[in-house]
């Protein structure tokens, strides 16, 4: 019975430590999803609107900028993670970020302040980008760091799990919204509520952070490298980030297409309603609430490196057809088909993208490391691609775009799988030496 009790007491401190920790990273996915369902919305009221397609794509834009300060935050955030603590990282960043929702959600329209809307959008999305420099790696460090060895896997991958709950939070709150309120009610103040509701979430969400304790393996560290060390030591990996560059841009592509894009993209593209668009990015997210632990729980059994290079063969072999099929003859069914199928790739390849990146970084860098190979992909990758996909479709009038962007994009994941492919399941949760690519 004593057994019992420590049991049952050691899971429930094992849940309430995940708990904390992925809370904030819910509150970051949520802002950015709840950004890219009402991008249409936003660019209508914040933006200049003399042109639909221009204000939209300058809503894309501003979307995109975000993800160019996250380099900038994953170099002063991670190696703060790394100098003072996994704990303090995640309690700095999540400030941020709060300030950044509490800008966007909160701006008068265009037609009230004028450009200085646009402006005050540009400077949260700034502060978001920033903080998720090194909000992500250091969500994926700790888990890693507080889980038995034989199960990192799946404790990383709850990182990636936590976004989808935000997919499914935001879409739930987009089709309770669009069946209460009429379009112009939607127009003027319907599309604040989620950013309303994520700013209600935060003083919350930061007592639940204020009480995680710190990692033991941080903890039983003898010594803290400083910010010029951490970059030091990451130069001389410059083989090592430039692989997990590689194996992350798939994620950069794909995450925002099949979620925060799709959503926009049924309606806006196909004509279906956005109901139903709601409704499907629902069912991915439910979908990749299986499938990502699932996954990482898998690829603690069988190993990384086989289920990462038949995710990124098969998206890259299918995603153009599939869009294509899709666009031919719009329709629900075809819509939730297409999603449920690549929602499902990418959760098998996310799954196991966590912890891979988190194994093949140096552990005294970790953090830094894994934000800064993160924040660059996605500066350059992410956060434009439903802007450069917009422009596609207009320049070339194929509303397959999407599924071509995936592909270029899984054929460099594959690639650099198979560069990373030995040092895959190797967990230092010591500090060593890291490993070295082309030599």
């Known amino acids: ?77 991670g190696a703060f993670a790394d100098k003072h603590g996994r704990r303090a990282g995640l309690l700095l960043s999540l400030a941020l970020m709060s300030a950044g929702v509490v800008c966007i959600g909160f701006v008068p329209s265009y037609a009230s302040i004028g450009i ?68 112009e009610q939607m127009t003027g103040w319907g599309w604040r509520v989620p950013f309303i509701i994520g700013s209600a979430l935060i003083p919350f969400l930061l007592v639940m952070r204020r009480s995680i304790q710190e990692t033991e393996e941080f903890q039983n560290r003898r010594r803290h490298p400083g910010l010029g060390e951490i970059w030091r030591t990451l130069l001389i990996n410059w083989r090592l980030v430039g692989v997990a560059m590689m194996m992350i841009t798939l994620t950069a592509v794909m995450f925002y297409l099949v979620t925060a894009y799709m959503a926009g993209f049924g309606a806006d593209e196909l004509h279906l309603s956005q109901i139903d668009s709601f409704l499907v990015t629902i069912c991915t997210g439910f979908a990749n609430l299986l499938w990502i632990p699932v996954m990482g729980a898998l690829s603690d059994r069988i190993g990384r490196a086989p289920l990462l290079i038949a995710a990124a063969a098969t998206i890259a072999v299918v995603s153009y057809p599939s869009m294509e099929w899709l666009v031919a003859e719009p329709s629900l069914t075809r819509l939730f088909i297409v999603e449920m199928f690549l929602g499902s790739l990418y959760g098998m390849w996310q799954g196991v993208l966590i912890i891979s990146i988190v194994e093949i970084m140096p552990a005294e860098v970790r953090a830094a490391g894994w934000s800064v190979a993160y924040s660059l992909t996605y500066a350059i990758f992410g956060g434009f691609t439903p802007a450069l996909v917009t422009w596609l479709i207009h320049e070339t009038g194929d509303k397959g775009m999407p599924g071509a962007a995936l592909v270029p994009a899984a054929i460099v994941g594959l690639i650099g799988t198979l560069l990373a492919r030995k040092h895959l399941g190797q967990a230092r949760v010591a500090a060593a030496p890291a490993p070295t690519f082309g030599k």
Request: aromatic share 12%; with cysteine; hydrophobic share 50%.
């Open 1 to 77: 019975m004593q057994n019992a009790d420590v049991r049952k007491e050691t899971g429930g401190s094992m849940t309430a430590k995940v708990a904390r920790v992925i809370c904030g990273n819910f509150l970051e996915m949520f802002d950015f999803f709840v950004y890219g369902f009402y991008a249409s919305t936003i660019s209508k009221v914040l933006f200049p609107s003399d042109d639909p397609y221009f204000a939209l794509l300058l809503s894309w834009v501003t979307f995109g900028v975000g993800f160019l300060m996250r380099p900038l935050g994953a170099i002063v955030l």
């Open 116 to 183: 200085a809307a646009p402006v005050i959008v540009l400077l949260g999305r700034l502060l978001q980008g920033f903080s998720a420099g090194a909000e992500s790696g250091t969500v994926s460090v700790y888990l890693a760091e507080i889980a038995p060895p034989a199960r990192r896997g799946l404790f990383a991958s709850l990182q990636t799990w936590s976004q989808q709950v935000a997919v499914i939070f935001a879409s739930s709150i987009g089709i309770a919204l669009r069946l209460t309120l009429t379009p």
